[in-house]
């Protein structure tokens, strides 16, 4: 039986050994989309404006809500829920995908040999192409209604690393546990809608009674939400120690899903 390394050199080393494969797939899959569609690749633009839109609308005409009790214009509200919305969207995207990935591809289990281990990471750059599109129509809006973005957005790719590291150890283990469990998926698409109003999308932490506040921080998602908004919008550095135990934190994550994605793959066969 073949053996699959799971060191935490073999995790960065798979993803960069098979980059073209990755590059074409990702391609593929963000093209295959639109496919047959009219407007095309234009749809990824257009979603995210209708999107933003209609959030405007709903929270700010009809709830009229305001971030933290302020005077924030609509337009305002609108860009802070929004950005919230872009963290969560790439995080639910990639972890609904992930328990069909291998179900969805079975004839690279069985009749070719493939690197199956780059599959949750080829539907992550999915996601992430969208979640780009999402960012630059949030900088658009921003810049029209507000003026020129802070200077701490360039603090954005210290956020988003670890969180990639974060998402792809989940996915490893949700695209292992889907073959053998066809209940995970359902199961994930609940705990997605209860994460969504378990974050701080809709609203402030500040909104919550302070004693109950640091309940809401066992909620991965979380500190990612709070501390990407911080950087985009609010112009304000991030917690970097809070960052530094993130990152070691996600990368075990990472590792930890990898090896079990690399322990449990030999039986996919024989459960296919």
Same mark, same amino acid.
């Given at each position: 039986?073949?053996?699959?390394?799971?060191?935490?050199?073999?995790?960065?080393?798979?993803?960069?050994?098979?980059?073209?494969?990755?590059?074409?797939?990702?391609?593929?899959?963000?093209?295959?989309?639109?496919?047959?569609?009219?407007?095309?690749?234009?749809?990824?633009?257009?979603?995210?404006?209708?999107?933003?839109?209609?959030?405007?609308?709903?929270?700010?005409?009809?709830?009229?809500?305001?971030?933290?009790?302020?005077?924030?214009?609509?337009?305002?509200?609108?860009?802070?829920?929004?950005?919230?919305?872009?963290?969560?969207?790439?995080?639910?995207?990639?972890?609904?995908?992930?328990?069909?990935?291998?179900?969805?591809?079975?004839?690279?289990?069985?009749?070719?040999?493939? &690197?199956?281990?780059?599959?949750?990471?080829?539907?992550?750059?999915?996601?992430?192409?969208?979640?780009?599109?999402?960012?630059?129509?949030?900088?658009?809006?921003?810049?029209?209604?507000?003026?020129?973005?802070?200077?701490?957005?360039?603090?954005?790719?210290?956020?988003?690393?670890?969180?990639?590291?974060?998402?792809?150890?989940?996915?490893?283990?949700?695209?292992?546990?889907?073959?053998?469990?066809?209940?995970?998926?359902?199961?994930?698409?609940?705990?997605?809608?209860?994460?969504?109003?378990?974050?701080?999308?809709?609203?402030?932490?500040?909104?919550?009674?302070?004693?109950?506040?640091?309940?809401?921080?066992?909620? &991965?998602?979380?500190?990612?939400?709070?501390?990407?908004?911080?950087?985009?919008?609010?112009?304000?550095?991030?917690?970097?120690?809070?960052?530094?135990?993130?990152?070691?934190?996600?990368?075990?994550?990472?590792?930890?899903?990898?090896?079990?994605?690399?322990?449990?793959?030999?039986?996919?066969?024989?459960?296919?």
């Amino acid at each position: 039986m073949r053996h699959f390394s799971a060191t935490p050199r073999e995790m960065l080393a798979t993803l960069w050994r098979h980059r073209d494969l990755i590059n074409a797939s990702t391609k593929r899959e963000v093209l295959g989309r639109y496919r047959g569609s009219s407007l095309g690749l234009l749809w990824s633009f257009f979603n995210p404006v209708f999107m933003l839109i209609i959030y405007t609308f709903v929270f700010s005409v009809v709830f009229k809500a305001r971030w933290s009790g302020g005077g924030e214009s609509k337009t305002e509200f609108a860009l802070v829920l929004f950005s919230g919305l872009i963290v969560f969207n790439l995080f639910s995207e990639c972890i609904n995908r992930a328990p069909g990935l291998i179900l969805s591809n079975v004839n690279y289990v069985k009749k070719v040999v493939f &690197p199956l281990e780059i599959l949750p990471f080829v539907a992550f750059l999915s996601a992430l192409f969208h979640a780009a599109i999402s960012l630059c129509v949030w900088l658009s809006a921003y810049v029209i209604f507000i003026g020129t973005p802070p200077i701490t957005i360039f603090y954005l790719p210290l956020i988003l690393i670890p969180f990639v590291m974060f998402i792809m150890g989940i996915s490893w283990v949700l695209t292992s546990l889907g073959v053998y469990l066809r209940d995970a998926g359902q199961f994930v698409g609940i705990l997605t809608a209860v994460l969504m109003f378990l974050s701080p999308v809709f609203y402030p932490i500040t909104s919550l009674p302070e004693s109950y506040r640091y309940l809401l921080y066992f909620n &991965p998602l979380t500190l990612v939400i709070e501390q990407f908004r911080a950087v985009l919008y609010f112009g304000k550095a991030p917690y970097f120690s809070l960052l530094a135990v993130y990152w070691v934190a996600t990368f075990f994550a990472a590792w930890l899903g990898f090896a079990w994605f690399q322990k449990t793959r030999k039986g996919f066969a024989d459960v296919l």
